[in-house]
């Protein structure tokens, strides 16, 4: 089974909305914390969003506060990123990514690509202008 997979993405035009949705395998569980990263052509890997395994603490980067917003649903093991009023500085392929993090201090990593021990394909997201 792969470990993650993401869909949703497509073409959109500047402000509109879309809801990306990543399903995990069931040998990823509600214990892992479950993050949105996007990459565009070029660019760095960037960390989008994050919520922690209970659902009931999130970070975003400054970027999209106010626009995106992260959620799970434990019980189908999916989450979401629901994004409204989209820019062309968005496009970019998002990915979706889950770690059990263990660390007491797990706040100050969810925003590093490299914590984090599962990923999933990716999904296209373009806006345009």
């Known amino acids: 089974q792969e470990p993650l997979v993401e869909s949703g993405g497509g073409l959109v035009q500047a402000g509109g909305s879309l809801r990306l949705s990543c399903v995990a395998s069931g040998r990823i569980f509600g214990s892992h914390a479950m993050g949105w990263f996007r990459q565009a052509p070029g660019k760095e890997r960037e960390f989008v969003a994050t919520v922690n395994w209970s659902g009931g603490t999130t970070w975003y980067a400054d970027s999209v506060k106010g626009r995106f917003t992260i959620s799970r649903d434990n019980n189908k093991n999916t989450a979401y990123l629901q994004m409204n009023s989209l820019k062309p500085e968005d496009t970019a392929v998002y990915y979706c990514?889950?770690?059990?993090?263990?660390?007491?201090?797990?706040?100050?990593?969810?925003?590093?690509?490299?914590?984090?021990?599962?990923w999933g394909q990716g999904t296209q997201v373009t806006v345009s202008s």
């Open positions: 990514a889950a770690e059990r993090f263990l660390d007491p201090d797990y706040e100050l990593l969810v925003s590093l690509p490299y914590e984090y021990d599962y």
